[in-house]
């Protein structure tokens, strides 16, 4: 946040708290999240080798748009779809060689901590509700665009946030949604609903690593929107206690200089790519390349990375 290079000094002595955000299981892993995984994993590795004792979490998002979407895409039920790519996550972890997390929290694990974290935010005038939905006002938020380098101006003149007139200002986002017929959803004081995408990792962190964190991680893509309204959200409920001390995201990753996508027929699953290729070259490929850096995958690019792992060995 500070974009400048500091020394790492955790808040208590000698333990270091981590979060990182996980997967939002609708599908199997591409290398740009094994990216991710790799980085935090030499991380955590590192920190423990220096005599840290590291507290390392990592969330899995199992409620979701994008999970709805895709089992109403392919006629499966939301929940069963979750658990198989969840399942599939960890087999890919494993398959890579990473180290486990402490622990793995579920976003449906915690539904009743959600709903009391999005009642305290109302109360406190940071959130409200209109017909079921609850949105987060930002404007509350004096210092609202810090992570991201942003000024609420800035958001509002871009219109880079879902456009609803519900809301009272464009940029607000949404803590619980209203139940639409065939989703997933659960009770609350506003009515039946689910969670938005934000509130599940500030609720999850501080039950499991308290309202304020070391070291808080994820792509580069999170930055905006997801890691400022974890920001906000948090800060608002603990108190303006500052929430992350060290913020880390991991540069983009190109295919042959072109994005990953299924278009473009260059989406690359982590098992598809261990079928042929070691894990460990693919980890000191990602590994010589500094994590906040993107990073072009190319073929001549793994072969030199055998080369150089041989050639360690």
Not at 113 to 129: M, P
Request: net charge negative; proline share 5%.
């Amino acid at each position: 946040m500070t974009r400048r290079l500091e020394e790492f000094e955790p808040r208590n002595d000698g333990e270091v708290k981590i979060y990182v955000c996980g997967p939002t299981v609708y599908d199997h892993s591409h290398i740009g999240h094994a990216r991710t995984w790799i980085a935090f994993d030499m991380i955590v590795r590192y920190l423990r080798y220096k005599g840290f004792k590291v507290r390392y979490l990592v969330n899995i998002t199992d409620v979701d748009d994008k999970i709805i979407r895709r089992a109403n895409e392919i006629g499966e039920d939301p929940v069963r779809l979750a658990e198989k790519f969840e399942q599939a996550f960890h087999e890919d972890i494993r398959a890579l060689g990473l180290l486990e997390a402490d622990s793995y929290p579920r976003v449906t694990e915690h539904i009743p901590d959600i709903v009391d974290t999005i009642r305290v935010l109302i109360s406190k005038g940071f959130a409200y509700e209109v017909e079921g939905d609850v949105y987060f006002d930002v404007t509350r938020i004096p210092d609202y665009g810090k992570l991201s380098n942003q000024s609420l101006e800035d958001l509002q003149a871009g219109a880079r946030v879902e456009v609803d007139e519900k809301k009272r200002n464009p940029a607000d986002f949404a803590l619980w949604k209203r139940a639409k017929a065939g989703e997933p959803s659960w009770p609350s004081p506003w009515g039946t609903g689910r969670p938005g995408w934000h509130i599940e990792c500030s609720v999850m962190s501080s039950k499991y690593l308290g309202n304020q964190i070391d070291i808080h991680g994820g792509g580069r893509d999170l930055i905006f929107p997801h890691h400022e309204n974890e920001i906000a959200q948090s800060e608002a409920y603990s108190g303006r206690k500052p929430f992350v001390k060290y913020w880390m995201h991991t540069g983009f990753l190109t295919i042959n200089g072109e994005k990953m996508s299924k278009s473009l027929g260059n989406f690359i699953t982590v098992r598809d790519l261990l079928k042929t290729v070691d894990p460990e070259v693919l980890k000191l490929l990602f590994l010589t390349t500094h994590d906040r850096s993107p990073i072009d995958y190319t073929e001549k690019a793994l072969l030199q990375s055998a080369r150089e792992l041989r050639r360690v060995y």
